[in-house]
Each structure stands twice: as structure tokens, then as C-alpha cells.
């Protein structure tokens, strides 16, 4: 019965029975980057006006017979056809690896400002506090103008003290 399952038409073929050629994704995407690089050159752009100014010379200036493609230069034209039909896929591929690479140091840009933006505000909240807790805290002026004054009233003290005591001597031997 599979052998007429095979053999009709209307039949849907049974799965794995094409199998395709694998791949690395990755490593396709750098070759195509390459490419779609060198494409982008200058050096690209001469070596190919290079070709088609031959090509063009040698299919007008040479001997009838020994052109390969006469004036229309329809050969070329299939050869460049192929070429930009190639080209434009890997070109895309290229960029849109190059977008992924974008949005990911995007995303990478956008943690790192939120992280240095958290940092910044708890920082700042760490200098707040400490403003508030020096307002507290003695400074070395007030500390050297509290000295002062209670030297002040420690000369008083004495100064009444020895008046003080000078009254009670002279009672004492009056």
C-alpha cells in the first residue's frame, strides 16, 4: 500500500522525508556581514567597474568569434541580476543582525543609565542626611566659641571666688 501511497499525486508525501542541508546561523550571519561589508567599498566598486569595462571592451573591440556576449550584453546583464539578487538578501541579514546588535547595547545603555540613575538618587539622599546630621553636630567655631565662654565664666568664678574668699579672711581677722 506505500508504494501506491507514493506513486499517486494526490496524496500528501510523508514528513521527514525531505531532508535539507543544516546550517550555523551564526556563522551564515557573519559571512553575510562580510560580504555585505566588502560590498560596501570602494575597493568593491572599482574591482566591479574594473569587470564591466572589460567585459565591455572585450565583447565590442574583440574579433566576432571570440566574443562571448555580443551587444546587448545580455550574459551581463543575467550575471549582475544574480549578483543583486544575492546581494540584497545578505545585505538585509546583515543589517537586521547589525539592528539586533544595536537594541541589544541599547537595552545594555538603558540598565546601565537606570542603575547609575538609582545610584545617583541614593547618593544624593546620602548627602541630604549627612546635611541634616551636620546641622546636629557641633561645628569647630561654635566648639571654640563654647570654650571660650565658659572660660569666661571660669575666670568670673574664680575672680568671685577669690573676692569671696578675701571677705571671709578679712572678717575672719577683723
Do not use: C
Request: net charge neutral.
Amino acid at each position: 500500500m506505500s508504494e501506491m501511497r507514493r506513486d499517486r499525486l494526490d496524496q500528501p508525501v510523508e514528513p521527514g522525508r525531505v531532508r535539507l542541508p543544516r546550517f550555523d546561523p551564526e556563522a551564515f550571519g557573519q559571512w553575510s556581514e562580510n560580504i555585505a561589508r566588502y560590498m560596501g567599498t570602494a575597493k568593491f566598486i572599482v574591482y566591479m567597474t574594473v569587470l564591466i569595462g572589460a567585459w565591455f571592451a572585450w565583447n565590442t573591440l574583440a574579433p566576432k568569434p571570440m566574443r562571448f556576449d555580443p551587444y546587448t550584453f545580455t550574459f551581463l546583464t543575467l550575471i549582475l541580476s544574480l549578483q543583486a539578487s544575492y546581494a540584497a538578501p545578505l545585505i538585509l541579514l546583515a543589517q537586521n543582525r547589525q539592528t539586533d546588535r544595536d537594541r541589544l547595547a541599547m537595552d545594555e545603555d538603558r540598565r546601565r543609565a537606570a542603575m547609575q540613575k538609582a545610584d545617583t538618587e541614593y547618593l544624593a539622599r546620602e548627602i541630604a542626611a549627612l546635611r541634616i546630621a551636620l546641622g546636629e553636630v557641633a561645628t569647630r567655631d561654635f566648639v571654640r566659641s563654647e570654650l571660650a565662654r565658659l572660660a569666661d565664666e571660669l575666670d568670673e568664678a574664680a575672680h568671685r571666688r577669690q573676692k569671696l574668699e578675701r571677705k571671709e579672711w578679712e572678717e575672719e581677722h577683723s
